[in-house]
């Protein structure tokens, strides 16, 4: 599996596992490093990823007013439904 390929399954198992809560980019990697796959992932990696992501509608964004600026990703339907299709969850 490519890294790319790597940190989305990464991101949408983050997402998954914590769900219906949504995760910033620094909780999604602090939640890898501990108990994930891809251990030396950084939070750039994370947001380009997860926009890739938010366009296949396996994530979406949410926004809270009091972090203004801080993109927050939460699974879809969509998502669950990929990852259980591909056989990860």
């Known amino acids: 599996m490519h890294r790319k390929e790597s940190i989305r399954l990464e991101i949408l198992t983050q997402c998954y596992g914590y769900r219906p809560h949504s995760r ?49 990703w939460k699974i879809t339907a969509a998502g669950v439904d990929f990852l259980e299709r591909m056989g990860w969850v």
């Open 24 to 72: 910033s980019a620094e909780m999604i990697v602090s939640l890898a490093r501990r108990e994930g796959e891809v251990k030396d992932l950084i939070a750039n990696e994370v947001e380009v990823e997860s926009d890739y992501c938010v366009g296949k509608q396996w994530l979406e964004v949410e926004s809270f007013e009091l972090s203004q600026g801080v993109k927050r």
